[in-house]
């Protein structure tokens, strides 16, 4: 700490006051004595205690809780970022979270209090579909912005942008899935609208389900591909039967985006909540039965087995097709994402929590458990299948738990601008599936870039 000048002065007077008497003959001896034994004692001290002191460690050394507490301490220094290049940049946040491990436990943590908001809001970013644009369709309180995910053995940084895009550089990343894997791409699209703008360069299909950006300081191409099922499927034509069921062909792989493979660097799937819908299930020239079919000749069967299906047809056609080519491709799982539907949909306060619940106050399990686990078993399985080619890299951004624990980040009533300014109406349509933008959905993000630095940390290892 340093000497305020008051201190410094009140040092020099004591010591010009308590030493001013002593005299000129008792100074000299004293220099004589400091020359004396810094020419003849000290020189022969340190060459008879140094390899003593070298003996002793070599024999001795430091206990084991001081010596993991220097190591901490030394892994701890950051080291200053370089200037952009087109390789990845290091930033002390980068070396924090890459560490030796290859994976993090990402679903294992709790959610903290951060003063800190989103790096964009609703009127700064100008992709975010209108019924997920919480701030400016009214939702009066901003609580929930001010949350981070904090895992218990590893840490995932706030996002940033330019790192992001200096690892798909030249690439083409494709977002694949329904209306949850748009609301993700929208997120990622925003937090990187703070350092760089995309332009828009193609946009087709209903409610624009097709769309791509470009980034032309980096090269980079996003795109998103409707494809709720990853599978052939035809989708209901409406919510009034007998049309109101979806056609599932599990045993091909949805060509609408499927065709583009060729193209793509990386994918994200992510899809989940169509197959709880009503449906019949083919497999080949087999009908398997259908889900909650009313009026249909057809066998009722669960949803669980034909999810597990749709996923490993996914995943396989993925392996065979790039597999072979020896272009590599990284492959990205997102899990089911939990919805928080408390009693109707169109109910008065159907998702009216404002903060997270804390991890023991809600356990994973039923439907949301499932789900999961069927895609973490078929990720792996095809981890194992790709192995002999090489060129793939399969992950899983592992969100189900840490979104289970944000009832807060819904939309509710809020997808439509202002819904109660006209009073409070016992009925209103609420969205507890879909997230906020800005939101918690903004760490899926923050995942899937940690995941990429931490792999590339363990490659450059």
């Known amino acids: 700490m340093r000497e305020t000048r008051e201190e410094s002065k009140s040092k020099r007077n004591y010591l010009q006051t308590n030493m001013g008497s002593t005299s000129t003959k008792t100074f000299k001896f004293q220099s004589y004595n400091t020359s004396f034994f810094t020419k003849n004692w000290l020189p022969w001290t340190l060459s008879v205690l140094l390899p003593i002191a070298i003996i002793h460690f070599y024999l001795y050394p430091l206990p084991s809780f001081l010596s993991d507490h220097l190591q901490v ?69 901003m609580g929930y912005l001010y949350w981070r995910w904090k895992p218990k053995k590893c840490k995932v940084p706030r996002f940033e942008p330019e790192t992001f895009l200096q690892f798909v550089r030249n690439k083409h990343l494709g977002f694949v899935g329904d209306s949850v894997a748009r609301n993700q791409l929208e997120s990622l699209l925003c937090m990187l609208s703070t350092f760089s703008s995309p332009v828009l360069v193609y946009t087709n299909g209903e409610d624009n389900k097709f769309r791509k950006w470009n980034f032309p300081s980096y090269n980079f191409t996003l795109s998103i591909y409707w494809s709720p099922f990853l599978v052939k499927g035809i989708e209901k034509k409406s919510d009034i039967e007998p049309d109101n069921y979806n056609t599932l062909y599990l045993e091909s792989v ?124 078929e990720i ?26 944000r009832p807060d980040g819904h939309p509710g009533p809020y997808l439509y601008p202002f819904p109660f300014a006209n009073g409070i ?25 940690d995941i990429m630095k931490r792999r590339e940390g363990n490659k450059s290892q």
């Open 73 to 141: 301490n030394t892994n701890s220094i950051s080291t200053p970022s370089p200037s952009p290049s087109p390789s990845p940049p290091s930033s002390s946040s980068s070396q924090e979270s890459s560490s030796d491990e290859t994976s993090c436990d990402y679903g294992n943590g709790k959610w903290v209090r951060e003063k800190i908001g989103p790096l964009y809001n609703g009127t700064s970013c100008d992709t975010i579909k209108d019924n997920q644009n919480c701030m400016t369709h009214g939702r009066p309180d």
């Open 425 to 449: 109406s016992d009925r209103v349509q609420n969205d507890c599936v879909h997230w906020c933008l800005p939101g918690p959905i903004d760490t899926w993000n923050e995942i899937m870039l």
């Open 380 to 405: 792996k399985i095809a981890k194992e299948k790709a192995k002999k080619f090489g060129n793939l890299r399969l992950e899983v951004v592992d969100i189900t738990k840490l979104s289970l624990l």
């Open 254 to 377: 949805d060509e609408k985006w499927a065709g583009e493979m060729g193209h793509l660097d990386m994918v994200v799937l992510s899809i989940g909540h169509w197959f709880l819908h009503p449906a019949v299930y083919f497999y080949g020239d087999s009908a398997l039965g259908c889900h909650y079919c009313k009026g249909q000749n057809y066998t009722e069967i669960g949803f669980y087995d034909v999810y597990r299906k749709a996923i490993k047809t996914t995943l396989d056609a993925i392996i065979e097709r790039k597999g072979p080519i020896g272009k590599e491709m990284d492959v990205i799982v997102t899990t089911f994402s939990p919805a928080h539907f408390e009693g109707e949909w169109d109910k008065f306060g159907a998702c009216p929590k404002t903060k997270p619940y804390k991890p023991e106050e809600k356990k994973l399990e039923g439907m949301d458990e499932e789900m999961r686990k069927v895609e973490l078993e």
